[in-house]
């Protein structure tokens, strides 16, 4: 059993989506919220073509406004960034027990808790060099 793709499209019009099918000329079919229009358009596409269901997938591509774009790539960025700051974060925990930091020291350096450093340090596995009492 083939499956088939369908790019759809749609907008908001009042309250509704509008949704169309490019690839199948005069398909339009609506729904009352985004997370609905998959499976309207699905249903549009399969009583159109007389298929099954299951042969149908559809890729929705909503249009909206630029304020949405710009929020996503700044949530994007937002969590780039948390990775990275994750990765310092763990090769700087890495390298101050290393080095014979206390784990309390280590926190107080990099602004964490001791027992966030001990969480990090046992994810790593990192092993500290004893300290003088």
Same mark, same amino acid.
């Given at each position: 059993?083939?499956? /088939?793709?369908?790019?759809?499209?749609?907008?908001?019009?009042?309250?509704?989506?509008?949704?169309?099918? *490019? @690839?199948?000329? %005069?398909?339009?079919?609506?729904?009352?919220?985004? =997370?609905?229009? #998959?499976?309207?358009?699905?249903? #549009?596409?399969?009583?159109?073509?007389? +298929?099954? #269901?299951?042969?149908?997938?559809?890729?929705?591509h909503p249009e909206f406004p630029d304020t949405v774009t710009e929020a996503l790539s700044?949530?994007?960025?937002?969590?780039?960034?948390? @990775?990275?700051?994750?990765?310092?974060? @763990?090769? #700087? +925990?890495?390298?101050?027990?290393?080095? %014979?930091?206390?784990?309390? =020291?280590?926190?107080?350096?990099? %602004?964490?808790? *001791?027992?966030?450093?001990?969480?990090?340090?046992?994810?790593? /596995?990192?092993?500290?060099? *004893?300290?003088?009492?």
């Amino acid at each position: 059993m083939e499956v /088939k793709t369908y790019s759809v499209t749609c907008q908001r019009v009042g309250s509704w989506w509008a949704i169309s099918v *490019p @690839e199948l000329k %005069g398909l339009h079919t609506q729904a009352r919220r985004l =997370d609905q229009v #998959a499976a309207m358009a699905r249903e #549009a596409i399969t009583l159109l073509l007389d +298929v099954d #269901a299951a042969t149908v997938t559809v890729e929705v591509h909503p249009e909206f406004p630029d304020t949405v774009t710009e929020a996503l790539s700044a949530r994007q960025a937002a969590r780039d960034a948390d @990775e990275r700051a994750e990765r310092a974060t @763990e090769s #700087a +925990v890495r390298t101050l027990l290393r080095d %014979g930091y206390t784990v309390r =020291d280590a926190g107080a350096l990099l %602004g964490l808790s *001791p027992q966030r450093i001990s969480q990090i340090s046992a994810r790593q /596995k990192v092993t500290t060099t *004893p300290t003088a009492a």
